[in-house]
């Protein structure tokens, strides 16, 4: 790298350089986060800051992380949710910062994507291929197999016309079963050194060009793997921003989270099978049957207790799998010099270290008791997928705590930080200490937060607002005359409520439902009562059903979870977000019922630190899709009253961005009227 000018600019310089590139309005907001970011990387103190959609957040962290890597020689991860946000990041803001530093800093800064393993197309697997094994889905479906058949064909299609090998460039994409024939985990990777194909690997050149750059766009999948694992899968790095951090804790989740099955276990047999003693092998397809058997009889759910003869059948799968691993051995040197003879030997390897690690796991899973217990255990599995167990860890905070915090200064950031008014419920996700403060913004002053006064690692909460003016542009109505939720679908009651409010709104209506049930009862019954087209999620890929969406301020769109988030439409075409009831997590949602019992069981009330966050978080950031820029108006309608009249109602309100609220119907019905007519007209 060329040497960094000795004085590098200020960030606000940086800053000032940067929006006028790009041609945008520099915004209180956005000087106030990007300074606090800077103060947070030169005192190594942790920050938690929320900024509104409108701030430009993503400029407020990258000015000052690139300022820091290039004045420090060092990288900085940039960790994202979603793969619009990554892209946003690459394609969009960071090659335009590029340009406009290079003048000021000397040199232009660089930067690059990091994913894990697994979303790389392994050149190796394509072309040398693996030992044919028959997929699961083979097993039981041949139409199934042939559909998975015509997707590998295409992989190995695009194989020879993609410069990254990065799944996420194939559009359309294709089945998670399809994908693995043609891509490796990091267990099952040749490594580069013995890898024929090594020098041309997408996952090394990808990893070789992050070890250069300034820096690294990642996904929280990763900064998980980062933690979990013994080694270093990023390139090593003093910042980390964890953009969009209500996601954290769930992704995290879900990369801890360790899955077992009797076909599973069976294909690792047969994987073993060719290259140790077959009895041996045979032992382990045993305890397979035995566990597919044990596994069709067990209810769907969460597992409290783990019956005897189920612990059995895990100690067999567990012991099976361990001789498979001794009879396997360490690579024999006739296997290191023959690829296709190593090929086979580290991937019967990963499967039975797989196969044993979570075995043992299920099995530890249940020796504390309930209030200790680490992990949880339930059964999964529905029509198209045979069942199978699951183990995650019931918390995230101590893993974050040692190996995020504890390794790198931390900034998180999202629209969504504060639940009911201060950082502490996602703190406390997140392993760091509680302050008592609460930083709700007020008068458009951000509020910096004291220190936290107990133990642990030292972090800053901060809320720089945004630029919306909620309360002139928003309304939040809760329709406290409707009687609360039933479990029935949705009642007449509420779908007249929805109809008054679509014809009132004139379309322009985002509904989120809180189950595809209730989507689809919405969409078959507005179709038949309103003349607006009503769009709902399923019935099309859901980025081309929002671009319908965004083209016709008529029309209307019903789902549920990822619209919660993922819709991004600024203007008239949406004017009224319906949301049909509080989101809380089903009550056999396995993860959040153990999570409150857990919480209820050291004496804390599990229903308002587990159900009421979850509700919260999904809440905000569905309104949030109501202001999306300047200029926008509009209102968010919560159909459930329990929002007005329940005990944790204003718990979840105060999490809310600040709309003027109202519970009138004939108030808001005539808002949306005035709404339509003033919204420019679409050409029929
Ligand atoms: S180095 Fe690993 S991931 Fe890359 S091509 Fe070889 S086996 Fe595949």
Redesign the pocket.
Known sequence: MPDAPTIVPAVTTLLHAAVTAVGGAERPGQVEMAEAVARSIKTGEHLAVQAGTGTGKSLAYLVPAIRHAVAEDATVVVSTATIALQRQLVDRDLPRLAKALKPLLGREPTFAILKG?RN?L????VHNGAPEEPEEAALFDPFAASAIGRQVKRLHEWSSDTETGDRDELVPGVGEQAWRQVS?SGR?????SR?P??T?????RARADAGKADVVVTNHAMLAINALEGYQVLPEHDVVVVDEAHDLVDRVTSAATAEISGAGVSAAARRCGRLIDQDIADRLAEAADGLTLMLTELPVGRMDELAEPLRNTLRAVRDAARACIVALGPERAAQKENVVDATAHKLARAMLDDTHDTADRLLDAFDEDEAHRRDVVWVSGDSDRPASLRVAPLGVGGLLRERLFGMSTTILTSATLTLGGAFDTLARQWGLPLSTTSVRKVDGMATDKEPPSDEGPKWTGLDVGSPFEHGRAGILYVAKHLPPPGRDGLAESYLDELRELVEAAGGRTLGLFSSMRAAKQATEVLRDRVDHPILCQGEDATALLVTKFAEDPRTCLFGTLSLWQGVDVPGPSLQLVVVDRIPFPRPDDPLASARQRAVAARGGNGFLTVAATHAALLLAQGAGRLLRSMGDKGVVAILDSRLATARYGGFLRASLPPFWSTTDPAVVRGALRRLDEAAPHPVV
């Open positions: 393993r790389y392994c050149l190796h697997r490796v099952e990777c040749l490594g580069v890898c194909i090594g041309d690997c997408f996952a090394e």
